[in-house]
């Protein structure tokens, strides 16, 4: 097998780190390759002096070999990793070196284990919905794990007419809206105030941003939905962000969302539930009147 390491120069890497992580590819006789930006920092911090062979460019293609995508660091640099895979059948896992690490399978303790369950054809993956997303003059669709968001770009409000499967839902009156995937309830809309979902659910949501409309709550769709956003900005322009990904789209563009027809297989931790997760990472356990 052949483990596709993907990172970013500036996620806090640790020499300790980087020599257990390529001890355990030689214990276990796992072929590798690393991205540009990251071969400088291992070299540096390890003193080493990389094959050319072993350095792969701006994607992420398949050579024929069983392969693994593992990206090192936090739930950006798995959304960096998986769009510069062109492979979506190639299954990802990720080592938390970041923060929350939401969408990450292992944290730095766990790597031993992670790389055991590699060797042992134990670790599970979760097939993950994308996002297709085409606007403008623009042929070639992106995708997008997490979620679509329009934002305002000028300091005024932006309205966008949002309208499902050709159906007015809403002019949203604010900073933006967001459509977002069960995988990105937990990123972005979240913290917009969307519900957090399961990541087996098919469903959508849409998510209004600072809505002007105090009524404006988000709303669950099916993931059959084909869904429209047209941009009424003030100033003649709107940002358009495909997960850490950002464009600049000018007034009355249309953009056109929906399923996507390939998904991302994504290794889950082993004996953690989603429920689970979130019982850790949201840290729901605390009693802030303590």
């Not at 798995?78 to 990802?92: A, F, I, Q, T």
């Not at 953009?255 to 994504?266: F, P």
Request: aromatic share 8%; net charge negative.
């Amino acid at each position: 097998m052949k483990i596709i390491l993907f990172s970013r120069p500036q996620i806090d890497h640790r020499a300790d780190d980087l020599e257990r992580l390529f001890s355990l590819l030689e214990r276990y006789g796992f072929d590798y390759a690393l991205n540009e930006e990251f071969a400088p920092v291992v070299e540096s911090l390890l003193g080493w002096k990389l094959d050319s062979a072993k350095i792969y460019g701006q994607s992420i293609e398949a050579d024929g070999t069983e392969s693994l995508l593992l990206c090192l660091g936090g739930d950006g640099t798995l959304l960096e990793g998986v769009h510069r895979l062109r492979d979506k059948s190639m299954p990802v896992a990720a080592i938390n070196f970041g923060h929350l690490g939401f969408l990450t399978s292992a944290t730095r303790d766990d790597v031993e284990e992670l790389f055991e369950h590699i060797s042992e054809r134990k670790l599970k993956f979760q097939k993950r919905t994308m996002l297709e997303v085409v606007w403008g003059e623009r042929k070639e669709a992106l995708k997008a794990l997490n979620e679509v968001a329009v934002q305002r770009l000028e300091a005024t409000m932006v309205k966008i007419e949002t309208r499902v499967d050709s159906q007015l839902v809403a002019q949203y009156n604010g900073d933006g809206v967001i459509v977002s995937t069960p995988t990105g309830s937990t990123a972005y809309s979240l913290s917009a105030g969307g519900p957090v979902v399961a990541p087996e659910c098919g469903c959508f949501l849409l998510t209004p941003l600072a809505p002007h409309n105090f009524g404006m709550r988000p709303v669950v769709l099916p993931d059959s939905a084909e869904i429209s956003l047209t941009i009424n900005a003030r100033h003649g322009r709107a940002m358009l962000s495909i997960d850490n990904n950002t464009y600049t789209v000018e007034n009355g563009t249309k953009i056109d969302i929906r399923r996507a027809g390939e998904h991302i297989l994504l290794a889950v931790p082993h004996n953690i539930s989603f429920y689970e997760a979130l019982h850790s990472k949201m840290m729901w356990d605390i009693d802030i009147r303590n």
